[in-house]
């Protein structure tokens, strides 16, 4: 017997967690964002201090980012360290 809820996607995850749906669409696009340049630092085979010198910020920043404690990080900074890195940001609006 499970004694745990299982989310298998983020609309899932904000359902159990009685988000409002807007709120998902945000989670998950930080979500993405944060994956993405974790994927692209780990291919570049960089350290923390280098990936901190192409993104143009401090190196706890993307310690943090590794790590996944992205709470103090804006969306509109994840975004310039996405692009500093190289990565291409669109947005899709449906």
């Known amino acids: ?30 979500t993405n964002l944060v994956i993405a340049i ?7 085979n960089f350290t923390h201090a280098r990936a901190a010198q192409h993104a143009r910020v401090g190196r706890t920043v993307i310690t943090s980012i590794m790590n996944g404690n992205t709470i ?11 692009q500093n890195l190289g990565l291409t940001i669109t947005l899709k609006v449906a």
Request: aromatic share 2%; charged share 35%; net charge positive.
């Open 38 to 44: 974790k994927k692209n630092i780990e291919k570049m």
């Open 1 to 30: 017997m499970k004694s745990y809820i299982e989310a298998k996607s983020m609309s899932d995850l904000g359902k159990i967690m009685r988000l409002p749906k807007g709120q998902i669409s945000k989670i998950e696009m930080r």
């Open 72 to 82: 103090h990080i804006s969306t509109d900074r994840l975004i310039d360290i996405a």
